[in-house]
């Protein structure tokens, strides 16, 4: 949510901004609701001053001893029209609160102008992309191949889009976990934090993904409960309705949970392997910063990306998202995308943002400042570090062989007992 004194006095900012995303909201609904609240809040106000007066007058009357029927009968319908105006006024609220919620963060000024993926700047690359003598196989291929990737099972027991691993498979996917969250926890100084994997509807609400998303999420039957799309829903709550020290800012939390996604809209796009799974495994990182900082600290996030990349030797660019590609709650953000030579391109193996106070204003996450005065609202940030079904995809298809075996990165040896070929069923 963003600072409603904004869109009060500087609305044009607000239509700039939107237009940028390439979004249809319209602000002069707003401005109208808005208009329509503050009158009825207004009206009100007055209402209850004349109530409050009539009511001395009708206690002075009775002290001299003098008729106040006159005055009662005017407090009656004060009272009744107060009670019609105090309904409209919450309904004019709970309208503009709506209207809010649907709008999404302001694009900070250093974000590229442009409509969709193909406005997005690449920033730099790392690693080139591996020649092969040989028919590259994708990951599919492979992981069928070597008895590590299930598919046709996985279908059995819950549909499309899961994935049950094998031996192997499922071994990487545990050491890759432990690989992400030890460099985070011991080197990058990342509290770890075990979160519940399912949540309230105010938790999904104050990171943005209600009400606008709500076709996206698993949401659990007869319950107002909701699978998580991602750790940084439960992480950035953590301090809902709390007020930090500012000398406790950074804060850092990284965490492995399961990601449920529905992957609506997305029909036809990636419905083969683990691109686009309606669960994964990921490790987040989200970070509390204070305003000044912020963006040190989104540079910081993109680096340790970047790094856990870089050690697994795996060729990546990193990109920035334009305006109109960026998420709902991000004021900006980087996509660090990974080569994946079965496509014959890069694809996203992390996104790395600045919320700013978007979030911190719905859950009312705030920091004391240090001289005193008053509390301001914290940025919140979040980033892939990183999801670990498409890294296992890129393990597998950069390391590939020509006898279809797949050599593992050095950095993960020690977390698979020295192992450093997959060689399984060929």
């Not at 607000?14 to 503050?38: G, M, T, Y």
């Not at 009511?55 to 002075?60: G, H, I």
Request: glycine letters at 8%; aromatic letters at 8%.
């Amino acid at each position: 949510m963003i600072d409603l004194k904004i869109l009060q006095k500087d609305p044009q900012r607000v239509i700039k901004a939107l237009a940028d995303r390439a979004s249809d909201i319209d602000v002069a609904e707003f401005l109208a609701l808005d208009a329509r609240r503050r009158a009825l809040l207004t009206e009100v106000e007055e209402l209850k001053g004349r109530r409050n007066a009539a009511s001395a007058e009708v206690a002075r009357a009775k002290r001299a001893g003098q008729s106040a029927e006159s005055f009662i009968d005017g407090l009656g319908a004060l009272s009744e029209r107060i009670k019609e105006l105090d309904i409209q006024a919450q309904e004019a609220v709970a309208a503009t609160e709506t209207w809010m919620l649907n709008l999404p963060n302001l694009p900070h000024q250093s974000v590229p102008v442009g409509a969709s993926e193909a406005d997005n700047q690449e920033l730099r690359r790392h690693g080139a992309p591996r020649s092969f003598d040989f028919p590259v196989k994708d990951h599919v291929e492979l992981g069928q191949n070597l008895g590590g990737l299930d598919f046709e099972r996985a279908a059995k027991l819950a549909g499309s889009r899961f994935c049950v691993a094998w031996n192997w498979a499922a071994r990487l996917e545990r050491a890759l976990i432990s690989f992400f969250l030890d460099v985070h926890t011991r080197e990058n100084g990342y509290t770890e934090v075990a979160p519940p994997y399912i949540v309230n509807r105010s938790t999904m609400a104050i990171t943005g993904q209600l009400p606008k998303f709500g076709e996206d999420l698993f949401k659990l039957e007869n319950r107002e409960y909701f699978l998580i799309p991602t750790a940084e829903v439960p992480l950035t709550n953590l301090h809902a309705g709390e007020v930090l020290e500012e000398g406790d800012l950074p804060l850092a939390y990284a965490a492995q949970t399961p990601c449920f996604r529905s992957e609506a809209g997305s029909y036809g796009k990636d419905t083969k392997g683990l691109i686009r799974m309606h669960q994964f495994m990921k490790v987040e990182m989200v970070r509390f910063a204070h305003p000044d900082d912020s963006y040190n600290q989104l540079e910081l996030m993109r680096r340790q990306a970047e790094d856990l990349l870089e050690r697994l030797e795996l060729p990546y660019r990193t990109i920035v998202l334009c305006t109109g590609d960026m998420g709902f709650g991000a004021a900006k953000t980087y996509d660090l995308e990974t080569w994946l030579p079965a496509q014959n391109t890069y694809r996203e193996i992390s996104s790395c943002s600045n919320c700013e106070d978007f979030q911190a204003r719905r859950g009312n996450i705030r920091f004391r400042p240090r001289g005193g005065g008053k509390a301001a609202f914290a940025h919140t940030l979040n980033g892939s570090g990183l999801a670990v079904g498409r890294t296992l995809v890129a393990i597998l298809e950069n390391g590939q062989r020509k006898d279809g075996s797949v050599i593992l990165p050095k950095a993960l040896r020690p977390y698979m007992d020295g192992m450093d070929v997959i060689a399984g069923r060929v």
